[in-house]
């Protein structure tokens, strides 16, 4: 089942996410054990990228320069971490992303109501991880 498996052959790719969300921290937490490789995804809080504006959403910033958000972000990062994920994701997909973005944006509306906010920026992590997050 060589399609279930992850994506190990790809450049770096970045996560961005709200730092001052609980459940954005849950993800990133999940995305870290499913992604353990060297090659994995970094991670940078969103609050470092922007000025200001809507940190409602996920957004992966590819190697080739292209963002994508909302629910085809997490769609892509689940296909890239393989497994049962990766069937999840095409599975998703077959959802028109006009609904699919019509969820996430509900989700993204109560997140803060679901987890508590998380004390700093980043979750707190073992050295060997600290390298996969971009601060500045």
């Given amino acids: 089942m060589k399609w279930l498996a992850a994506d190990n052959d790809r450049k770096r790719e970045t996560i961005l996410y709200d730092g ?5 921290h ?7 054990k499913l992604d353990p ?19 409602s959403s996920i957004l992966v910033k590819r190697v080739d ?15 890239r971490v393989g ?19 019509l969820i996430y944006r509900g989700i993204a509306r109560i997140r803060h109501n679901l987890f508590s906010k998380p004390k700093g920026l980043c979750p707190i992590l073992p050295p060997e991880l600290r390298e996969r997050f971009i601060l500045d």
């Avoid at 849950?26 to 870290?32: C, D, G, I, N, Q």
């Avoid at 490789?37 to 940190?55: I, R, W």
């Avoid at 497994?83 to 973005?101: K, Q, T």
């Fill in 20 to 24: 001052d969300c609980g459940m954005c």
């Fill in 26 to 32: 849950f993800w990133v937490k999940v995305v870290l």
């Fill in 37 to 55: 490789g060297p090659e994995g995804f970094l991670f940078s809080p969103l609050q470092n990228q922007v000025d200001s504006g809507d940190l």
């Fill in 65 to 79: 320069g292209t963002v994508i958000d909302r629910s085809r972000a997490i769609l892509h990062i689940l296909n």
């Fill in 83 to 101: 497994g049962i994920w990766r069937l999840i994701s095409y599975i998703g997909r077959v959802c028109p992303r006009p609904l699919a973005d």
